[in-house]
């Protein structure tokens, strides 16, 4: 198993510009979730997906937007990037019928807005 | 809204020491905590997991253990070495209102370095 893969490593946009970053797991999880990680700080969670169809709101969700269209892709979208949104993004995964429900990550995608 | 605090932000000490590291807590009601290891410019690697039921959880030289009740969480770290430097997260697991989403909620960190 590949576990969860993010492209690209890295990435630098200009401000207005629009990307998206990709997630994928191989686990057949069906929760998947993106985060950010700015410096000196921990992870804030940015949207989540319990399924395929659905998804919902995290923390910090203002300029993102998602969508769960399969159980092993869960995309997130920068509409038109900004500076704030320089960061670190994870993606993780886990399962709802594994207790105690580990999150497993995928190693990050660096993203820089000039 | 869970928060999670990590104490003291940056350690360091001499190769061979054993360390606490602290994680605490606010919202008793947590399925499960996870401590992660992330090394400058990496990703997360998954340390130790306790689930809500469990006191302890020990792997290798690293015993973490769970205090509910007072919403604490610890990383013990025996004989430490070189290559123990890295920052350690510790998260914590809780079910949304909304049923089966979950939040895992993460601490800002304890940044370690071990001096050889």
């Known amino acids: 198993n590949a576990g969860v893969t993010q492209t690209p490593k890295f990435q630098v946009l200009k401000t207005g510009q629009s990307m998206t970053l990709q997630c994928a797991q191989d686990?057949?999880?069906?929760?998947m979730s993106w985060y950010r990680q700015d410096p000196g700080m921990g992870l804030r969670l940015i949207h989540y997906?319990?399924?395929?169809?659905?998804?919902d709101q995290g923390e910090v969700p203002n300029g993102y937007n998602v969508s769960r269209s399969t159980t092993e892709d869960f995309p997130l979208r920068l509409l038109s990037a900004a500076p704030s949104q320089t960061s670190v993004y994870f993606c993780?995964?886990?399962?709802?019928?594994?207790?105690?429900?580990?999150?497993?990550f995928g190693p990050g995608t660096r993203l820089t807005v000039t | 809204k869970q928060e999670v605090t990590q104490i003291p932000a940056a350690l360091s000490v001499p190769e061979g020491e054993n360390l606490v590291l602290n994680c605490s807590f606010t919202?008793?009601?947590?399925?499960?905590l996870q401590w992660f290891r992330q090394d400058p410019g990496k990703g997360l690697t998954s340390l130790l997991l306790?689930?809500?039921?469990?006191r302890e959880q020990t792997s290798g030289r690293l015993n973490a253990s769970l205090d509910k009740s007072s919403g604490r969480s610890t990383l013990y770290i025996a004989a430490s070495q070189p290559g123990d430097s890295a920052t350690y997260l510790c998260?914590?697991?809780?079910?949304?209102?909304?049923?089966?989403?979950?939040?895992?909620?993460f601490g800002s960190g304890t940044q370690l370095t071990v001096l050889p």
């Open positions: 993780a995964s886990s399962s709802p019928l594994a207790y105690p429900y580990e999150q497993y």
């Open positions: 686990m057949n999880h069906e929760y």
């Open positions: 306790i689930q809500s039921s469990q």
């Open positions: 997906s319990v399924g395929a169809g659905i998804t």
């Open positions: 998260a914590s697991l809780i079910f949304l209102s909304s049923g089966s989403a979950r939040q895992l909620t």
């Open positions: 919202d008793s009601a947590i399925y499960n």
